[in-house]
């Protein structure tokens, strides 16, 4: 394929579709950013879940731990 | 300490300084891939949105804010055409030229329908290459490829579209 088919192809390309370099952000996007990060997940870590399940599965093997730790509280 | 050690630090107000500097160039950058206003103003927030996402893993030390955002940028606009591509395209999705009647509006039909054939990463190097005329070194960095990948996917592009376009009756 030579240059001239490269160019011609170009031509044709840039007839159709218009070149968007003039065009320029009509507004400011930061509301509609800050709207969509008052949407991030609370996110819970891993680690958190791991003492969750260490808990209830010491309360399921040893229930009697529960008043202990309720009296701790 | 400077702005973006403070956004990789989760500083909000550092984010939204970098946001305020970067937004209409990110916005003209995604608009060369896209073609449509309104699409480029949604994907230049989904982009940004994934810059502070990923806030703790830029590199302070190396990292070079902007080409970074640029390449991100990139990706969201590269995924946009590929869901796109999925779903049934209207003609203004490409940013047409004003219409015109006949025979020119029958041309360019069928170079758009010729250039939707195009897989998206393949579309956005042409569109950056030939019809925007970005150099090949900026759309390198923007895909994080090198320039001959990038003469690469564009020779294949032009290859694909010569052969739709001969298909369709039209002679590049």
């Known amino acids: ?73 | 300490m400077e702005l973006t050690e403070r956004f990789a630090a989760g500083d909000l107000d550092a984010f939204e300084a970098l946001f305020r500097q970067h937004q209409a160039e990110v916005f003209r950058w995604i608009l060369r891939i896209v073609r449509n206003t309104a699409t480029a103003e949604d994907l230049t927030v989904e982009a940004f949105w994934r810059v502070y996402r990923a806030h703790a893993r830029f590199d302070t030390v190396n990292g070079n804010f902007g080409g970074w955002l640029r390449r991100i940028a990139t990706n969201v606009a590269i995924d946009h055409l590929s869901r796109s591509r999925r779903e049934v395209p209207l003609p203004e999705d490409l940013g047409v030229a004003p219409s015109r009647p006949g025979e020119q509006g029958e041309l360019r039909r069928q170079i758009l329908a010729a250039l939707r054939k195009l897989s998206p990463p393949l579309r956005g190097a042409v569109l950056l290459a030939l019809v925007e005329e970005e150099p090949y070194e900026e759309i390198a960095k923007a895909l994080s490829i090198s320039v001959s990948a990038v003469k690469v996917r564009v020779f294949r592009g032009v290859r694909i579209l010569r052969k739709e376009l001969s298909r369709a009756g039209v002679q590049p």
């Open chain 1, 1 to 73: 394929m030579s240059e001239r088919e490269i160019e011609e192809l170009k031509k044709l390309l840039k007839d159709a579709l218009e070149p968007s370099g003039n065009d320029e952000l009509q507004r400011d996007l930061w509301p509609t950013m800050l709207r969509r990060l008052d949407e991030l997940p609370v996110r819970v870590p891993w680690w958190d879940w791991v003492l969750l399940a260490g808990v209830v599965a010491l309360f399921c093997f040893f229930p009697v731990t529960i008043p202990a730790l309720l009296y701790h509280l």
